[in-house]
Structure formats: C-alpha cells, structure tokens
C-alpha cells in the first residue's frame, strides 16, 4: 500500500499540480478543504501561493489554522512548499504584522534587488546540502531546482539540516526540522530533482 498524504485546498495554492507530482512520486493523495481531515491524516502538504497576508487570511478563514497547529505538535508529518514553507515560520517582510503559524522562528525576508540579482528571483538555482536532511538524502551535488520568489528564509533560522542556495544572501531552499519538511521552490517544477525529493518523503518520512 502506498503512503498516504493529506493536501491541503484552502484556496491559496495549486493543488492540482501538486497531486499530480505526489502521486508520481508514489504517494496517494487526498485532497481536503475540510478541516476534520486533519487529525485523521498520516501526513499533511501544504501548498502556498500568492502574497503571505492573502495565504495566511485564506489558511486561517478555513478553518485549517488551528487542527494543522494541533497536528504538527503532535508530530505528523508536515510538508510545506512554497509560501507554505513561509507560513511555518513567525511572520514576513511582506505582511508586517500578520502572524504565521510559528512553528519555526524567525521572520521572512525580502530579497535587495541588485545588478544581476533581479527581484523575484526567477529560475534555477543550485543546492548546498546541509546535514542530513530526509528530503535531500543522497541528493548529488549538482543538484538544481526552480525557483520563483521574492521573500525568503534566512539562513540564520534554527535549522540543522536542508540546502541552501545563494541569490544575493544564502537562504534556504528546503529545510527539516524535526516532523516540519519544507521546499521553498515548487517540486513539480524542478524536473527530476524535485520529482526526488518528493520520493524522499515517501521514503524517509512517511515510513
């Protein structure tokens, strides 16, 4: 039986693709807007797309806020991409004084735009792995994912193990952080890396 995955469809983020990719990487997916899913998931994704103030009212709007905190406390796995790996931390740049869910500390910052550092980043950018993250287990030194974004997560956030990638200033690209799994790029767009890394959360996290 393959693992089994709970997408969240709160209305901020491209649910079709990323079932589509879970899918392919060998999960089966189910995709919710109904909060009493949570607390029956073996694994949540949470996907994110748009201005962190919309995501975060529409995440919070649906019910989702507090079963996906109760949840991640208790230690289901958790996947977020996009701005759903910003939603994890405190807060961002881009919408002062609205919260996020705070699972991780730190605040979002947006990228300087400067000569040959245009803002949003847009493309391709490498990954330095750093400690033993699940995600990226294995993963080779080359490896390249794709990226479109303006805001960031430091490098300084509480984080052991992810990759980090350089536009301008180092951030991270993914992180894991004990249950919390993260890719600030989009998987399904990042060819067979990304492809890898969601098997990597089939394989490592969902056993």
């Given at each position: 039986?393959?693992?089994?995955?709970?997408?969240?469809?709160?209305?901020?983020?491209?649910?079709?693709?990323?079932?589509?990719?879970?899918?392919?990487?060998?999960?089966?997916?189910?995709?919710?807007?109904?909060?009493?899913?949570?607390?029956?998931?073996?694994?949540?994704?949470?996907?994110?797309?748009?201005?962190?103030?919309?995501?975060?009212?529409?995440?919070?709007?649906?019910?989702?806020?507090?079963?996906?905190?109760?949840?991640?406390?208790?230690?289901?796995?958790?996947?977020?991409?996009?701005?759903?790996?910003?939603?994890?931390?405190?807060?961002?740049?881009?919408?002062?004084?609205?919260p996020g869910l705070g699972l991780v500390p730190?605040?979002?910052?947006?990228?300087?735009?400067?000569?040959?550092?245009?803002?949003?980043?847009?493309?391709?950018?490498?990954?330095?792995?750093?400690?033993?993250?699940?995600?990226?287990?294995?993963?080779?030194?080359?490896?390249?994912?794709?990226?479109?974004?303006?805001?960031?997560?430091?490098?300084?956030?509480?984080?052991?193990?992810?990759?980090?990638?350089?536009?301008g200033v180092p951030f991270w690209a993914a992180?894991?952080?004990?249950?919390?799994?993260?890719?600030?790029?989009?998987?399904?767009?990042?060819?067979?890396?990304?492809?890898?890394?969601?098997?990597?959360?089939?394989?490592?996290?969902?056993?």
């Amino acid at each position: 039986m393959s693992a089994a995955v709970l997408l969240l469809d709160y209305g901020a983020g491209n649910v079709r693709s990323a079932a589509k990719a879970l899918e392919r990487a060998g999960m089966t997916v189910t995709v919710s807007a109904d909060p009493a899913d949570v607390p029956h998931a073996d694994a949540l994704v949470v996907p994110g797309q748009g201005h962190f103030r919309q995501v975060m009212e529409a995440f919070d709007s649906s019910g989702f806020h507090g079963p996906v905190m109760d949840a991640a406390q208790a230690g289901t796995p958790l996947l977020g991409i996009c701005v759903g790996m910003q939603m994890l931390l405190s807060d961002s740049e881009e919408a002062p004084g609205v919260p996020g869910l705070g699972l991780v500390p730190g605040t979002v910052r947006k990228f300087d735009a400067a000569p040959g550092h245009k803002v949003p980043q847009m493309g391709w950018n490498g990954l330095e792995l750093r400690g033993d993250p699940p995600l990226l287990r294995g993963l080779g030194a080359d490896a390249y994912a794709y990226f479109v974004h303006s805001y960031y997560v430091p490098a300084d956030i509480p984080v052991d193990d992810g990759a980090l990638s350089h536009y301008g200033v180092p951030f991270w690209a993914a992180f894991s952080r004990g249950n919390l799994h993260a890719t600030q790029f989009h998987p399904e767009k990042s060819g067979a890396v990304g492809l890898g890394i969601l098997e990597r959360f089939r394989r490592y996290v969902l056993q």
